[in-house]
């Protein structure tokens, strides 16, 4: 589908080490799970990011899943989501039967709406799952006030705000646990794959034994058991080191990822400024407060009618952008949990008109310029 664009809207590149590594990997002779590879990538983000214990798994729905599985929810449990997401931040845990309480997003950042969550908070409400759209962070001070308020678990989905901070602490980290996505389309990708950030240690040791199929293995490989057997549920959550060698040849060159990726955000700011205002077009709210992580670009058009013919008129010139989340609340799942119009009017409204640029490490000037100049030739 994609190799049919001038310009797609997303394009994964080798930036480093990749095939090397891979390679090194096959010669290491071991291509499974948490081999030489995915113990760099463990250490390095535990470095960076100063959090107690990083696993490698196969996606961030896996991570979320693992998370889910964690928290020890019984059926009937509910967990507050906002609805303007990625299907996984709630399936994850409805997989484990517990209810998704949608709460509407902020006008401006798009994340989780925290004036809206006290309200949403009953007996029954076991954690808050908070998504930091964008990569921008979301208000993560009241949220975990009001989470610990009210004794209950915040997870981060920080599917997209890999290196993103929030008043100068890395997202990710704040979370007693945090997911995160290296699948093609993100910053840091190794085509599917994903990390569960655990924040509170008193989750690592259930944790290892989740993401290795209920089993104590991961002790039995430290050498802190003699035999490793089944001891509680799990399931398969561990990419193949080819993968993780991969993602450790991206993460080396991190630095230089997130440079390229500020520039093609912030060309395509300057560019659209004046020009969305005067068409009551609105471009992404980045906080003072937040360091945000450059991961996506968009537009918000006035009405769906214009969102659609963007659209249409980019890919005439062999431009591919996209629209995103379809608000969960209003899914035919988010409608058996009692979704209905008008419950998240933000995350209905933006749906609607949101529009996508391509956005990726390897897009070049020329080609953004070919992005910018047929929005700008767009008939509002
Ligand atoms: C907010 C959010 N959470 C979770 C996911 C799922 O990520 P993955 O494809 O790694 O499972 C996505 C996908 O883009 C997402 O946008």
Redo the contacts with the bound molecule.
């Keep these: 589908m994609e190799g049919k664009w001038r310009i797609p809207f997303n394009r994964p590149s080798f930036l480093g080490n990749e095939q090397a590594y891979m390679a090194q990997a096959i010669a290491n002779g071991h291509i499974s799970g948490d081999g030489l590879f995915s113990h760099k990538c463990h250490e390095l983000l535990q470095k960076i990011l100063q959090v107690p214990r990083v696993l490698l798994t196969t996606?961030?729905?896996?991570a979320?899943e693992i998370a889910a599985h964690l928290l020890e929810l019984q059926p009937g449990d509910e967990v507050i989501v906002p609805s303007f997401?990625?299907i996984?931040?709630a399936n994850a845990f409805v997989l484990r039967l517990a209810r998704p309480v949608f709460v509407d997003v902020r006008p401006d950042t798009l994340n989780l709406d925290e004036r809206k969550l006290e309200a949403l908070i009953t007996p029954s409400v076991k954690a808050i799952i908070t998504?930091h759209y964008g990569g921008v962070g979301c208000e993560m001070d009241d949220i975990l006030e009001i989470g610990n308020r009210h004794g209950l678990p915040v997870v981060e989905?920080n599917?997209?705000g890999l290196f993103g901070k929030y008043k100068g602490k890395y997202l990710g980290t704040l979370g007693c646990l945090a997911?995160q996505?290296?699948?093609e389309?993100k910053n840091v990708i190794c085509g599917?794959?994903?990390a569960l950030l655990i924040n509170d240690p008193k989750y690592i040791e259930r944790a290892e034994v989740i993401r290795e199929k209920g089993s104590n293995r991961i002790r039995f490989l430290r050498g802190e058991v003699d035999k490793y057997t089944w001891i509680d549920l799990g399931s398969s959550h561990l990419p193949s080191d080819l993968l993780a060698a991969f993602l450790y040849a991206q993460l080396e060159v991190r630095e230089e990822i997130q440079v390229r990726r500020q520039r093609i955000w912030n060309f395509y700011y300057e560019s659209f400024r004046e020009w969305g205002e005067q068409h009551e077009v609105r471009l992404p709210v980045v906080p003072e407060h937040c360091d945000q992580a450059y991961h996506l670009f968009f537009l918000i058009m006035p009405s769906y009618e214009q969102r659609q013919r963007l659209i249409e008129h980019l890919k005439s010139r062999g431009i591919l952008s996209v629209f995103h989340y379809l608000p969960l609340h209003l899914s035919p799942m988010g409608q058996q949990f009692g979704g209905k119009i008008g419950d998240c009017p933000v995350a209905e409204h933006v749906s609607d008109r949101l529009v996508r640029l391509p956005f990726y490490n390897t897009l070049t000037e020329a080609d953004q310029t070919s992005v910018v100049n047929a929005v700008l030739d767009f008939d509002c």
């Design positions: 996606s961030c729905t896996d979320l997401t990625f996984s931040t998504v989905d599917a997209h997911t996505s290296f699948h389309t599917e794959g994903g």
